[in-house]
């Protein structure tokens, strides 16, 4: 945390850190730079409830309101639970799960570890086989089901989980560079007059070229 938070920073420790995008955007922190922004209610987020809602307007001095229905209800705490019979171990699940809390592997069963689900229910929709259902686990609802600690490790988990995904796409992006670049130095190798005509190598080198260019350009906007 910075020395000095940002509005957005204190807003987001106000948020159960679910991941769950109920709230109209893709996780906890676009949702709190939104409301920093001025361009997101504070009554967006089903998973903390009316106590989240008091929370969010303490920080942002805005006046308390009723939980928007269209983002959904204040519901007990639900953990997502798989068939393992049915499950065909497509790792769908596993690819949309925000905090890493399915374990399993391609072809293999999964399954998912009950204290690590935040509930978030995006695992159900990808499923092709419908063999994940939400249980819920609590009486209580909103921040009465959910503690500041489950946040906190909530969190830790998602962001881990966003830089090993950057993480892996930077190398991914590394490798297919290099690949380009030994084909063009092979193409570049090779003698028009002993293979194809000057015109046909001239198009493949064009064909590598552009594709390391678009890789270098999107290197540069992801470092800015």
């Not at 490790?153 to 992006?173: G, P, S, Y």
């Amino acid at each position: 945390m910075p020395d000095h938070p940002t509005l957005a920073d204190r807003i987001e420790d106000a948020l159960p850190q679910t991941q769950c995008t109920k709230c109209g955007y893709d996780g906890c922190r676009p949702y709190a730079e939104a409301i920093a922004a001025g361009t997101a209610e504070i009554n967006q987020c089903p998973p903390g409830g009316a106590e989240g809602i008091a929370r969010l307007s303490a920080v942002t001095g805005r006046k308390v309101i009723p939980l928007n229905p269209a983002n959904g209800l204040e519901r007990p705490r639900a953990v997502a639970y798989i068939d393992e019979t049915l499950c065909i171990g497509c790792t769908l699940c596993i690819q949309a799960c925000p905090v890493d809390a399915i374990v399993g592997a391609a072809k293999l069963m999964h399954t998912v570890v009950p204290s690590l689900c935040t509930g978030c229910d995006l695992c159900v929709s990808p499923c092709p086989v419908d063999c994940i259902v939400m249980a819920p686990v609590t009486e209580n609802t909103g921040w009465a089901a959910w503690t500041q600690a489950d946040a906190d490790a909530a969190r830790e988990r998602h962001d881990f989980r966003a830089m090993r995904l950057k993480r892996d796409k930077q190398e991914n992006d590394a490798r297919l560079a290099a690949k380009a670049e030994a084909k063009m130095a092979a193409v570049q190798a090779i003698d028009p007059a002993d293979a194809e005509s000057a015109a046909a190598l001239e198009r493949k080198r064009a064909i590598i070229a552009a594709a390391m260019e678009r890789a270098r350009i999107k290197k540069e906007q992801e470092s800015q």
